[in-house]
């Protein structure tokens, strides 16, 4: 049995439950995390000394670890923004790592973030000056880096930023900066086997693609040194990366608007052709022709303009009929940004027999559904020893989320912060619950829904059940 550890960027259910749950779904794999109140959240960042400690312990059986930098370097993704940690504070929690990976025989996969620049001001979670001043930071970036690449004169907006703000801002971005060039240095003395750097919620232009552009050219003739576009997919793809090492598994990327394929996702900067093959790339597997794969993906993508379904932005939803691959497929929904396209899910839903299917994902940005459908269907895929009922639960989980919750309830309660509230949520549930349990010919299950970080943006869902005599898994993927 393969031995990997995986510390997570947070406590989020997509950072600390969903890899479980795609590891689970081949048995010969065993998967090691910290205990989750020692991870970040909102509001606390992670207990690093303990989860060094807690990695110290176990190092020496462990076959291949999976590390978020950001974890280990300021306690999380939230805190790596809000921080004011110093440089040499950081960097003694970084040495105190390399101490421990010293003295390991695993090989080690790690990732850390470059510091997003989201274009709102909405300060949940980034520093507090960002409710004031979040959308103009944004365009002083975007214009100066656009000034940077085009050669031409533009606005950059700094006369409407205090000049304390844009200085700290400014500070506790090259300090994040340095830190990353510092994991380079690290990967070059063999201490990391593959590093990446992932490029959250980005634009055409940006400081933070600036320092996407600088890292490449401090990685020139590195091998194992990547810049993906996307964020809380990556450990997923490195646990696909690792499950799957030397398996030359097959993926032909087909899509459902193929004059499409130019088109940029929201909070993307690369074509949507471009952020399929990459993710392919990262997870370990091979881009190949339909007639030549093990597994098809089959991408739901948008025509013209991708929609956000928080923000209220429709996109042209699925029309005509669904015609399913008659070989192994999974299912990468990215019409929407955070959820479901409602039309192309309740046509595959009318489905009777999906005999081939390897999973679906449509949740936040089109880098989080890639990443996480192509790494389930590839550990389950090349599983020698798959876990059906593992399957099950990951993808029915998927179906309430992705589609219940994100495409349809969150719209309906968020405007009411009293809907924080699991019995509400529960409530406004169940017609979703009812039409997958009586699809499936499910009986006496439960299904637990709450907020875990006490907002909208997302729910951790527990199923706890029992089948009838013919297994679910057998009824919604099989004959």
């Known amino acids: 049995m393969k031995k990997i550890a995986l510390i997570p960027i947070d406590n989020r259910p ?52 999976i590390i978020s930098l950001d974890t280990i370097a300021y306690g999380g993704l939230i805190p790596s923004r809000r921080t004011s940690d110093s440089f040499e504070e950081i960097k003694e929690r970084i040495d105190n790592l390399v101490n421990i990976l010293h003295k390991k025989q695993a090989k080690v996969y790690s990732y850390s973030s470059i510091m997003r620049i989201s274009n709102n001001n909405i300060n949940e979670e980034e520093k507090e000056y960002w409710n004031l001043y979040g959308e103009k930071i944004f365009k002083y970036s975007y214009n100066k880096h656009k000034q940077q690449v085009t050669n031409t004169i533009t606005n950059e907006a700094a006369n409407d930023i205090p000049s304390d703000i844009l200085n700290d801002y400014l500070k506790t971005r090259s300090r994040n900066f340095e830190i990353n060039k510092y994991y380079i240095k690290l990967k ?18 940006g400081i933070n693609v600036a320092e996407a ?3 490449a050219k ?25 499950l799957n090492q030397n398996k030359n598994l097959k993926i032909a990327p087909v899509y459902i608007n193929p004059n499409s394929t130019d088109k940029i996702s929201r909070y993307e ?21 339909p007639e030549n794969c093990d597994l098809i993906m089959l991408v739901n993508n948008f025509k013209t303009e991708q929609g956000e ?47 081939e299917f390897y999973g679906y994902a449509g949740w936040n940005t089109t880098g989080n559904t890639l990443g996480s459908a192509i790494s389930a269907a590839l550990t389950y895929y090349g599983a ?90 057998d009824i919604l993927f099989y004959e």
């Open 14 to 65: 997509v950072s600390y439950n969903l890899p479980s749950q795609t590891a689970s779904l081949a048995k010969e794999y065993k998967l090691y995390m910290p205990d989750k109140s020692l991870l970040g959240g909102l509001e606390k960042p992670a207990c690093t000394q303990e989860i060094l400690k807690w990695l110290k312990q176990i190092i020496s059986q462990i076959d291949i670890v």
């Open 188 to 205: 070059k003395d063999g201490i990391i086997d593959t590093l990446v750097f992932s490029k959250d919620d980005c634009a055409k232009y």
């Open 213 to 215: 552009e600088e890292l």
């Open 218 to 242: 401090l990685s020139q003739n590195e091998s194992g040194i990547y810049i993906k576009t996307g964020a809380d997919e990556i450990p997923l793809s490195l646990l696909s990366r690792a």
């Open 269 to 289: 900067d690369i074509s949507v052709k471009d952020a399929v093959n990459s993710q392919i790339e990262l997870a370990g597997a091979k881009l190949s022709a």
């Open 309 to 355: 379904l928080v923000m209220n932005c429709t996109a042209e939803l699925f029309q005509g009929s669904l015609e399913l691959p008659d070989k192994p497929y999974f299912i990468a929904d990215i019409v929407n940004a955070n959820g479901s396209d409602n039309n192309f899910v309740e046509k595959l839903l009318e489905k009777d027999n999906l005999k």
């Open 384 to 473: 020698k020893h798959p876990d059906r009922k593992a399957f099950q639960q990951l993808q029915f989980i998927r179906f309430l989320d992705d589609w219940a919750y994100q495409a349809n309830v969150r719209a309906k309660i968020r405007d009411d912060k009293t809907n924080l509230n699991n019995d509400v949520l529960k409530k406004e549930m169940e017609p979703y619950e009812k039409i997958l349990t009586e699809k499936f010919s499910m009986k006496k299950i439960t299904i637990q829904y709450t907020f875990p970080w006490n907002r909208f943006f997302e729910t951790e869902i527990k199923v706890k059940h029992q089948y009838t005599n013919i297994p679910f898994i």
